[in-house]
């Protein structure tokens, strides 16, 4: 679907301004959607072997990914049934995870082991100290997890995602993570962060490098709300002024033509590059109302010039803080009681008024 070069009327409501800056809000929605709606939980190589394990916090909940001894994935509360003891700390290999507190034991699936000196606790019963499960499914370079232990894993979302990266010519299963995954922190709301993701209303205006590259015109920047997954495609740019294009990123004689940039709701992102070709992931959760944590990790195609590398990481960090900056300024705004409510544009902002339904939705 394009997006139409009209503006028709609005006639959604936005989210209530206050809903960006409230404590008890960002309380309401940890439990309504962090924990009800698939994360990131590792990357897949951080996984690949058994006996190794990775950690995470989903929804204000600490995780542990484990891969077992015979291989199987498993997703589990990382929470001591004892005394509350954050069991597993980073990443890495463990045959069991062990308390660093009092030593109680738990397989790698979660299971009760082992208490020191329970054998002296006449009324110790290690019935219900098994470790919390969370659902868990694999996508290509990422484990996703969800704290709802039935949920079903989001596969019509997942396999769209595929379908769309493959057709721009990337496989999802022969990436390579370049450099560090990068941790950062916006003074921001989470929906300010994922909002501005979702609209590139705002592109010619705060990313006038990336639109040197990518077709930002309401013509060609093409808008799609689908369920949990929103995404937005879009060619490269036809111009006169190739060099001063190339100077940002090179796409000539790459494998992939265009880009794509999907939202997983509620938060996390997947941006298709083009040119040699590159993928890559940002997931982002609310540390409290007022701020947000993204960790990025980029992929590249195998084989790809270390030339469009640097183009991409040096790129994907300007648009990042060009777009901290904004998001960090309309937090302050929609913080500041300055207004009651932003004002929605159905059409430009098609995918960031399917956000805030899907929002509500949750939020009942
Ligand atoms: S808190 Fe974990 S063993 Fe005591
Ligand atoms: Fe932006």
Known sequence: MHAATTIEPTTHEALPARWYADAEQAEREQHAIFRRTWQVGALAHELAEPGSYATADVGGVPVVLTRDLEGELHALVNVCPHRAMVLATGAGRAKLLQCPNHAWTFTLGGRFRHAPRADREPGFCSDGLDLRRAAVCEWGPLVLVNLDAGAAPPRRELDAMRASV???????????????????????????????????????????????????????????????????????????????????????????????????????????????????????????????????????????????????????????????????????????????????????????????????????
């Open 166 to 364: 493959a057709a721009e010519g990337l496989d999802l299963d022969a990436v390579v993570l370049t450099g560090p995954v990068v941790d950062w922190d916006i003074k921001a709301n989470w929906k300010i962060v994922c909002e501005n993701y979702l609209e590139c209303y705002h592109c010619a205006v705060v990313h006038p490098d990336f639109s040197k590259v990518f077709d930002v015109s309401a013509e060609r920047y093409a808008l799609k709300p689908d369920g949990d997954l929103l995404s937005a495609a879009t060619p490269v740019k036809a111009t006169r002024k190739v060099d001063e294009q190339q100077a940002v990123l090179r796409t000539d004689g790459g494998a992939v033509a265009g880009s794509v940039w999907h939202l997983l709701f509620p938060a996390t992102t997947i941006n298709v590059y083009p040119g040699e070709g590159a993928f890559e992931v940002t997931w982002y959760w609310p540390l409290d109302a007022h701020t947000t944590r993204g960790r990025t990790a980029v992929f590249l195609a195998p084989g790809t010039s270390a030339g469009y590398a640097e183009q991409v990481t040096a790129l994907s960090l300007q648009v990042g803080e060009e777009d901290n900056r904004v998001c960090e300024q309309m937090h302050r705004g929609m913080a500041s009681g300055g207004i009651e409510r932003a004002t929605l544009m159905e059409v430009n902002e098609a995918l960031l008024v399917a956000f805030q339904r899907r929002v509500r939705e949750l939020l009942g």
